[in-house]
């Protein structure tokens, strides 16, 4: 089983740890492009540029552009019951939280493909 990461930067850390950091943002890249949202993401971005890029974008889709939101949500795949535990307090800390949601989800889709590939 996975560790249960309690902010982006330990998730990164360890995805550098695992040297799956750089499937991670490949991932990421992906899963925004199928979603429809342009983001201009550098490969050899660093893991706190990442967590800040990542913060911003989800704050900017919830306040501007929230179909797209959803639909990011929807392409990655967060589970529905992982947003039962969002603490609802400001549209800042909403995106964090759900920042870290979506990083979980994509690490662990990574994490997936390496040990069950072939």
């Known amino acids: 089983m996975a560790p249960d990461f309690e902010n982006g930067y330990g998730l990164l850390a360890n995805a550098k740890a695992t040297n799956l950091y750089g499937k991670l943002v490949l991932q990421i890249k ?3 492009a199928l979603s429809n949202i342009p983001i201009d993401l550098a490969s050899d971005v ?13 704050y900017f889709l919830i306040m501007e552009k929230f179909p797209d939101y ?8 967060v589970p529905e019951k992982a947003f039962k535990g969002i603490q ?15 990083l979980k989800r994509e690490y662990r889709k990574v994490r997936f493909k390496e040990k069950y590939s072939s």
């Open 88 to 102: 609802v307090t400001d549209a800042v800390e909403v995106a964090e939280q759900v920042s870290l949601l979506i």
């Open 30 to 32: 992906k899963d925004f």
């Open 70 to 77: 959803l639909n990011l949500l929807y392409v990655v795949d």
């Open 46 to 58: 660093t893991a706190e540029k990442l967590w800040t890029f990542l913060h911003e974008k989800v």
